[in-house]
């Protein structure tokens, strides 16, 4: 790098605020900036690489050339501050808050329920603001575009777009068939069913959406625009400087003098690599002021676009030209829109550059095979010159190279006009519609002269198939020069499925898939040609109809959420039954409320970060820190060594270390942790920690090694009904089957994160902790510091997302650092990147269920034995309860009369898996649904039939003994077949099937009942203090902590009841240690029936109290009372407490009560497949759910939607990839999906059961944060059944394997289409594959 001159103030604003950089650090993201140095820690950090939303903020810039303001949304963790100079950054904080005035989009955000967890809040906020800026009458579409790179983990979406479809001009049409067809065919429509029914939320109060109201752009940036000549801008870092050049000249002798110096626009690769590969880059070049970039000149022949645009400006002006010409001259620009619309996120458009995309060679582009085959071109320039040069086979060089010289700067690109006789298409299958990478994407084009369907030319490409964009080339010349027809089509296949060959272990995987993905995209387009071939009069014949194929449906139409009315004679200040908003919701929507990495920086905090295994098993033979104490602003390295108390925490009579010393069993086991004065410096540190490793020998990684070598955490658990080995002699069918089910990862936005604080004296620490248990981190931390648990006071505020995963491995992360505060004696504070998160923290177990089962010709299954074996990981973790939680419910909702189950979790070396929502039960249904399945496909009949026979009838007894009533259960089944209108709909799907060849539509139904409360009977206790104070303002604290769920919401409507007083008096500061002890973590379902009790008990003491007072003044008020109160020595402070059932289960006897009542729900999916690419959308879901009475059914609601989606993310989307040397690599957004917008079933609709009674829970409710979780599994189900029509017209029937999740390539190839059936198998054993199969 040749010297360059240093110099300039980086100006922009933030919030009308005008902000000063003198000495602006290249490496410093906006995100970092607004969060450590300015304090507005509204905008979240969820994933630091573009694939989240969590951190989206407005940006505003005003173009002096058209006079005109742009705005547009952009992750903040990819902004480079030095970008920003002239720019206006729009935060939620600038949007609105509880201290001056709210903005509409918080607001409704907030009152629609559409803010749980609150962590995904602001950035849903920022985008929907940011689209009303531009559109503030947007339409559906544009609200589900905006909110494509958001992700929640917990609402399941529908509340969120409920919110912001009240900003649609339509909104008023009930819209319920889609289309716009309001109220058509016949169907319930919303006025119908909703007359006189009560509404989660009342639209009428939303304040009106007034653009008058916001911030203008600051006048200053656009007298600076105007008339300030634009200056070279130069910053230096600590390791990186940055040269923003004016003008294309500049620039040119600037990329010459370094020409491995990065072009930065964007940003979206440079920053990722910097973050995620630790690339350094000691210069970095801006040419976002160079406007020869940004130029677009229109030619007889096309369009040159500067290569510096945005991927969201290409798009609009592709679109604004398409109307412009004649149809047959923009196919290239019609392909290449439709394919733009698809890349990342709009964040990510936003901000993206074309030429970046281009340059950065990725093999997985979606642009560059459609613009290869589009015959575009680029014009670059060096310091030798211009020249032209074509996109064509031999531009993409191999991974991330072209033919270009480094000094070479792309300043446009070319997209001509097409032919008449032309042809161009795109096409991309990804492993999520949206905001993914493509499998495999394509681009093609083909030339017919004028009459005559015989190819003049013909390009086609692919990303996805190499390591770069690749030609199809030897299959274009079997094409062109012949007719376009069947048999040309048939040799062609052929000689494609020749020429891209991948190797069985291709990085990425999914070889078959993609192998076959290349064909059907082929096919495809050859069915468009056909049509553009008779548009042309060149062939006659009709396509037959069940040949076409539309694209998959996607408007999502307003669903239903049916409750019950509270009674005629509830008081109208009783807030209990009514469905409240989440009581931090504004807060959360407005970005006040506060997190764990929220909490200001205390005086000489500092940050520490992990040092983590890189071996799966390995003993450690060295621990070289030095190089990592020499690194500025590192502190201190914490070993196994500096642990003053326990280096071990036990359970079930395991050992897991803090910090590996001896030996790893996984990668990404905790060996020591840097800890530095700031977060970029403690990673660096952690980076430069060498450790020596001498591997040992055969890591197990599979369910399958493990029993191989019996490698178990015992106890391994059988239980029994009946007598299964009799049973099957007497049974006319016997099969046998088994189904594999991947893990889960939890995916909390809110990654682990915590502070330690030492207050400085007699060996005292407050912990502000994300855990779902704060007195098993209190126990934890005092255990590894060797002090009594009353020294350590764990707070909770709020935890953004947990779902099982902030329970065990909290603690040990926990311990670490409070061992780093310990020794430093300083703030210790550790939050995990996403990455590391995801690389730690372990996931829900991955489970192979073998089953054999017999049943009669009638559809009566007599005998099951069911075999589960889970994946534990390298720790005991909480598995052998998971183990246990699997066989008590391996019947569901079926009475079979001999039942046997067998659980084992597997000890291997992978990071240790933990509880995850639903704690095995949706391991356990899925495998015994899968078997039911199994027998439907064997009798040929309909599934739901089988379910219905073998459903527990009349007074009922579980396998283990527990007698129970499934009254509701079929009251739910039955209401959900006549919501959905199943038979109806059966028919419908039938006769779809029948009409269309490639695509199937699928129905299933199933059932769930689902046991409450632990069965570790100490577990069910919990406790309350609720203090009064003299201004009659009320203060409740309880064991439960707030992660989403409303638990309290729910407990200030409890005391609100119960004390008589509106919810507006009462307060919720905290879960601390120190207010409630030996609190019992909030997890099974059990947090509002426990503690809610323990409240109301606190509640009805202090009433009690107050009653002498109120007898003497009954018209006095709740303040004159306490007063009078406190006057007279009444106590006004009191505890609750809640002893909850004995439950119990003995594994010898086979027999006990582990539950205290059962949550029962039905839940109805139907799904439309591309068997062709395996693409599917729900495009209708109903779920009937028995939860009692519910204390709040906007929470409620909030918790089946949200739980469904996890399930539907479970079952049908996410996968965990591990290396074959058992390192995770899907440690991201990017690499691993859960759930987006375009995953939310096209009809939605949730029914409370009415009439349900429930004596053992608070007000007659019912837990529901895991039951329905389960139910997600009819979106596999329902795809399982279109799969199954699809099969059946290639004349296979019967049972086929479908493991979970059945991702589009499962699906796909389980269709066994002509395209997936020319794909040779490899054999297995013959290569190492990509990815383990665990
Ligand atoms: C979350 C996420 C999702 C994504 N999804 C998709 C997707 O679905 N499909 C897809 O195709 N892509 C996707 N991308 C990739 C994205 O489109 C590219 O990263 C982007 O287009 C690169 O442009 P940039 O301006 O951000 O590049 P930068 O990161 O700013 O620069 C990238 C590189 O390009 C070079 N470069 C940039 N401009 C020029 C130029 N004019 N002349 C010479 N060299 C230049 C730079 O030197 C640098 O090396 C995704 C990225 C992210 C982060
Ligand atoms: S934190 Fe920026 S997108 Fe995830
Ligand atoms: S509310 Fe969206 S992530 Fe929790």
């Not at 209108?981 to 699928?1002: E, L, S, V």
């Amino acid at each position: 790098m040749s010297a360059e001159k240093e110099g300039g103030t980086l100006c922009f604003f933030i919030n009308g605020k005008k902000v000063t950089v003198s000495h602006a650090d290249p490496e410093t993201t906006l995100l970092s900036f607004l969060r450590e140095e300015l304090r507005l820690t509204g905008t979240k950090y969820g994933c630091g690489g573009g694939g989240c939303g969590a951190c989206t903020v407005m940006v505003s810039h005003y173009r002096p050339a058209t006079k005109t303001i742009t705005h547009y949304s952009a992750n903040a963790c990819l902004l480079p501050l030095c970008q920003l100079h002239g720019a206006a950054v729009t935060t939620v904080e600038g949007v609105g808050s509880t201290r001056t005035r709210i903005h509409p989009v918080q607001e409704r955000i907030a009152k629609a329920h559409g803010s749980q967890c609150g962590f995904c809040s602001p950035g849903m906020v920022m985008s929907v603001y940011t689209l009303l800026r531009n559109r503030p009458q947007p339409a559906m579409d544009d609200i589900t575009h905006a909110l494509q790179g958001n992700l929640c983990r917990c609402t399941g979406y529908r509340p969120i777009i409920d919110g912001c479809r009240t900003f649609c001009q339509e909104a008023d049409c009930c819209q319920a068939n889609g289309a716009g067809d309001c109220c058509l065919n016949g169907e319930e429509t919303l006025e119908e069913t909703q007359h006189e029914k009560p509404e989660l939320f009342d639209k009428r109060e939303f304040l009106p959406l007034d653009p008058t109201q916001e911030l203008i752009f600051p006048p200053e940036l656009i007298l600076r625009a105007e008339t300030a000549p634009p200056q070279t801008l130069t910053f230096r870092g600590e390791r990186m400087m940055w040269v923003s050049p004016t003008s294309l000249e500049e620039l040119v002798q600037l990329k010459a003098r370094n020409p491995e110096a990065p072009l930065v626009i964007g940003n979206t690769n440079i920053g990722p690599d910097i973050k995620f590969k630790g690339i350094l880059h000691p210069l970095i070049i801006s040419p976002t002021r160079v406007l020869d970039l940004f130029e677009v000149t229109q030619t007889p022949h096309g369009v040159w676009v500067g290569a510096g645009c945005s991927l969201t400006e290409v798009c609009s002006l592709l679109e604004k030209l398409l109307p412009q010409f004649p149809e047959e001259k923009t196919e290239v620009f019609r392909a290449l829109s439709q394919q733009l619309g698809k890349v990342g996120s709009l964040q990510i458009r936003n901000v993206a550059s074309l030429g970046g995309n281009i340059m950065i060679a990725y093999p997985n582009s979606d642009l560059n095979p459609v613009l290869a085959a589009g015959n575009c071109k680029v014009s670059v320039i060096s310091n030798g010159g211009r020249r032209e040069v074509p996109l064509n086979q031999d531009f993409f060089v191999s991974f991330g190279k072209t033919i270009l010289k480094p000094e070479e700067i792309v300043v446009s690109v070319f997209i001509p006009f097409s032919r008449k006789g032309e042809l161009v298409r795109a096409y991309r299958q990804a492993p999520r519609k949206e905001s993914s990478f493509c499998t495999v994407t394509s681009g093609m084009r083909v030339f017919f002269s004028q009459g005559s369907s015989v190819v003049q030319d013909l390009s086609i490409y692919y990303g996805g198939m190499g390591p770069t964009t690749v030609s199809a080339t030897q299959t274009c010349t079997a094409i062109v020069t012949r007719p376009w027809d069947d048999e040309t089509l048939q040799r062609a296949y052929d000689v494609l499925l020749d020429e891209l060959v991948l190797p069985p272990s291709a990085p990425g995987g999914k070889v078959e898939f993609r192998r076959s993905l290349t064909l059907s995209f082929l096919f495809k387009f050859n069915l468009e040609v056909l049509q553009k071939l008779r548009e042309m009069n060149v062939i006659t014949e009709e396509l037959l109809e069940t040949m076409q194929i539309q694209p998959l449906p996607r408007e999502i139409q307003p669903g239903l959420q049916v409750f019950q009315h509270v009674p005629k004679d509830q008081r109208d200040q009783d807030p209990v039954g009514r469905p409240i908003m989440h009581r931090s919701a504004i807060s959360q929507a407005t970005g006040e409320a506060v997190y764990c990495d929220d909490i200001p920086r205390t005086d000489g905090e500092l940050f520490l970060a992990l040092v983590t295994s890189s071996r799966a098993h390995a003993k450690i033979t060295g621990l070289d820190v030095s190089q990592a104490l020499r690194l500025p602003g590192v502190v201190d390295v914490i070993t196994a060594k500096d642990v003053p108390g326990q280096k071990v925490r036990k359970m079930f009579g395991y050992e897991e270390v803090l910090l590996a010393e001896a030996e790893v069993s996984c990668v990404g086991q905790m060996i020591c942790a840097v800890v530095a004065d700031t977060r970029a410096h403690a990673k660096r540190g952690a980076a430069a920690v060498k450790i020596g490793y001498e591997d040992l020998p055969e890591p197990l990684f599979t369910v399958e090694e493990a029993s191989e070598k019996s490698s178990f955490f015992e106890p391994r658990r059988m239980i029994e009904k009946g007598n299964v080995a009799e049973a099957f002699k007497t049974v006319d069918h016997v099969h046998q089957g088994e189904f594999r089910m991947g893990g889960q990862e939890h995916f909390y936005m809110e990654t682990q994160s915590m502070l330690v604080v030492p207050v400085g004296e007699e060996t005292e620490f407050n912990a502000y902790v994300s855990t779902q248990w704060p007195t098993g981190t209190q126990d934890a931390i005092a255990e590894a510091l060797g002090i009594p648990s009353n020294r350590v006071t764990c707070h909770v505020k709020r935890i953004g997302g947990a779902f099982g995963g902030k329970v065990v491995k909290t603690a040990t992360l926990a311990c670490i650092t409070a061992v780093a505060a310990w020794k430093t004696n300083c703030a210790v504070r550790c939050v995990l990147e996403r990455g590391e998160d995801m690389l730690i923290s372990g996931a829900r177990h991955p489970v192979l269920g073998k089953y054999k089962v017999g049943f009669m010709n009638d559809g009566r299954i007599m005998a099951a034995d069911m075999q589960y074996y889970t994946n534990a990981g390298n720790t005991v973790d909480e598995s052998p309860l998971v183990v246990d939680k699997i066989l008590l419910h391996i019947d569901n909702a079926y009475n079979i009369p001999n039942l046997r189950g067998r659980g084992a979790a597997c000890r291997t070396n992978l990071p240790s898996n933990t509880a995850f929502r639903g704690f095995g039960v949706p391991q356990s249904i899925m495998v015994l649904e899968n078997m039911l399945n199994d027998v439907a496909m064997v009798l040929g009949r309909p599934a739901d039939q089988i379910r219905e026979i073998n459903m527990y009838q009349g007074p009922s007894v579980t396998h283990y003994g527990l007698e129970f009533s499934p009254e509701n259960l079929w009251r739910c089944w039955d209401q959900c077949k006549e919501k959905s209108d199943y038979a109806a709909r059966r028919r419908a799907a039938d006769r779809f099937n029948q009409d269309n060849c490639w695509k199937k539509r699928g129905l299933a139904i199933v059932p769930i009942k689902y046991g409450i409360a632990f069965a570790e009977s100490f577990l069910n206790q919990a406790a309350a203090l609720v203090h009064v104070y003299k201004d009659g303002s009320v203060l409740v604290s309880h064991g439960g902590t707030e992660m989403g769920q409303g638990l309290h919401t729910k407990m200030q409507q409890v005391a609100s009841r119960e004390l008589g007083i509106p919810p507006s008096k009462i307060y919720i500061s905290e879960t601390s240690t120190n207010t409630v002890p030996n609190t019992c973590p909030s997890a099974a379902s059990y947090g509002t029936d426990a503690n809610g009790m323990a409240v109301r008990n606190a509640c009805q003491t202090l009433y009690q109290r107050l009653e002498p007072i109120r007898q003497k003044n009954p018209k006095g008020s709740w303040e004159s009372w306490v007063k009078a109160a406190f006057l007279d020595k009444i106590s006004l402070s009191a505890t609750g407490f809640y002893r909850g059932p004995d439950l119990y289960m003995d594994w010898d006897k086979m027999a006990g009560r582990p539950y205290a009542y059962f949550t029962f729900g039905a839940c109805f999916c139907e799904v439309e497949l591309d068997c062709l690419t395996g693409d599917y959308r729900a495009v209708r879901t109903d779920i009937v759910m028995d939860i009692g009475r519910s204390v709040n059914p906007s929470m409620d609601i909030g918790q089946i939607e949200g739980a469904f989606l996890q399930g539907l993310g479970l079952y049908t989307l996410e996968e965990l990839k591990f290396s074959p040397s058992g390192l995770l690599y899907t440690r991201g957004p990017s690499q691993y999906k859960i759930p987006a917008v375009c995953d939310v079933p096209l009809r939605f609709n949730v029914y409370l059961l009415p009439d349900s009674h429930n004596p053992h829970a608070i007000y007659s409710s019912k837990g529901i944060g895991e039951p329905s979780l389960f139910l997600g599994s009819s979106v596999f189900f329902a795809i399982k059944d279109a799969v199954a029509a699809a099969r059946s017209e290639s004349g296979l029937v019967g049972p086929f394997p479908l493991d979970s999740p059945a991702t589009p390539e499962r699906a796909c190839l389980a269709c066994a289409s002509p395209f997936t059936q020319k794909i040779p198998a490899s054999t297995p054993g013959s290569f190492k594959p990509w990815a383990l199969n665990i």
